[in-house]
């Protein structure tokens, strides 16, 4: 999956039990050493009453990566071998990595850079799924204005917007309105 999926203690458990996942989460942290501070397991891990970083694009896009990278590695452990791998977004550097495109290190490295770079865009934007298709979508950006703007088609009910956060939640606002699921 792409950004967005996260939440602090994801795969706290398989961490915790599973030895191959917690090996490839380990090794994705040390890997990120130096370039991500402080590292991925603190941001998915905090100590009790810490607060995360996970939210953080620039440490987002690394530990959501390890984290699908862990859990492909687990599933083929335990005989799981995928005759096709795909990903969305974030969950392409996956893929590739699970094909064999990519070196680990080098797709951690591209999505720390990634990362790093998202988190350098002002904040005085945003963006969100609405789960209504693009025609709909388009009608509703149209009668406010065209301050948002379509950024991406994910599915034919699955639209991405972005724009100012003012417009952005009115846009927004109209939808839950509608009855429309939108997540930020």
């Known amino acids: 999956s792409g950004q967005g999926s996260q939440y602090v203690d994801m795969g706290r458990s398989l961490y915790e039990t599973q030895p ?9 942290d040390a890997l990120l050493r130096g370039e991500v501070q402080p590292g991925i397991l603190e941001a998915l891990y905090p100590a009790a009453g810490a607060s995360s970083l996970l939210d953080q694009t620039m440490y987002t896009q690394p530990a959501l990566f390890a984290i699908e990278y862990a859990l492909a590695t687990l ?26 495109v990519l070196r680990l290190e080098d797709a951690l490295r591209l999505v720390t850079i990634r990362g790093r770079l998202g988190q350098r865009l002002p ?18 950006i149209a009668s406010l204005g065209n301050a948002v703007t ?7 009910e699955n639209t991405v917007i972005s724009g100012p956060h ?17 997540k930020p």
């Open 20 to 28: 191959t996942f917690r090996r490839v989460i380990d090794e994705c």
């Open 150 to 156: 379509i950024a991406a088609l994910n599915s034919p």
């Open 75 to 100: 599933w083929q452990s335990w005989g799981v071998k995928p005759a096709a791998v795909m990903g969305h977004s974030l969950g392409e550097f996956v893929a590739a990595t699970v094909s064999g």
């Open 123 to 140: 904040p005085t934007g945003a963006m969100a799924a609405v789960l209504a298709d693009a025609d709909r979508v388009r009608a509703v």
């Open 166 to 182: 003012e417009a952005m939640a009115a846009v927004i606002a109209v939808f839950r309105g509608q009855g429309v699921e939108v």
